[in-house]
Nanobody, 118 residues
Framework: VQLAESGGGTVQPGGSLRLSCVASGSGFSINSASWYRQAPGRQRESVASISRFTEITYADSVKGRFTISRDNAFKTIYLQMNNLEPEDTAVYLC?????????????WGQGTQVTVSS
């Protein structure tokens, strides 16, 4: 199983981006999934999480601006980011707990850069 993020880029403050995280492979399902971000010189932080039953949590810093969702049929996790601020600049990484017939395991993507700058 591999995770691949896309959708990052450079936007002005107040702009929007939609990140996607696609899980590829066969014979698996996604349990929970999360978006994290890591800015230079800062610790990695959890941005948003969604459970198998679509229970959702957000970091306080993004509540009301970011929306996490999932499409089980396409094995994709999304992060809609609105009203972006310079403080949102970071590498955004997707993580998912993947279940196969024999085990559950956490996987990480490589990340996608988001830059918010005027």
């Amino acid at each position: 199983v591999q995770l691949a993020e896309s959708g990052g880029g450079t936007v002005q403050p107040g702009g929007s981006l939609r990140l996607s995280c696609v899980a590829s492979g066969s014979g698996f399902s996604i349990n929970s999934a999360s978006w994290y971000r890591q800015a230079p010189g800062r610790q990695r932080e959890s941005v948003a999480s969604i459970s198998r039953f679509t229970e959702i949590t957000y970091a306080d810093s993004v509540k009301g601006r970011f929306t996490i969702s999932r499409d089980n049929a396409f094995k994709t996790i999304y992060l809609q980011m609105n009203n972006l601020e310079p403080e949102d600049t970071a590498v955004y990484l997707c993580s998912a707990n993947i279940a196969t017939m024999t085990r559950r395991q956490d996987y990480w993507g490589q990340g996608t850069q988001v830059t918010v700058s005027s």
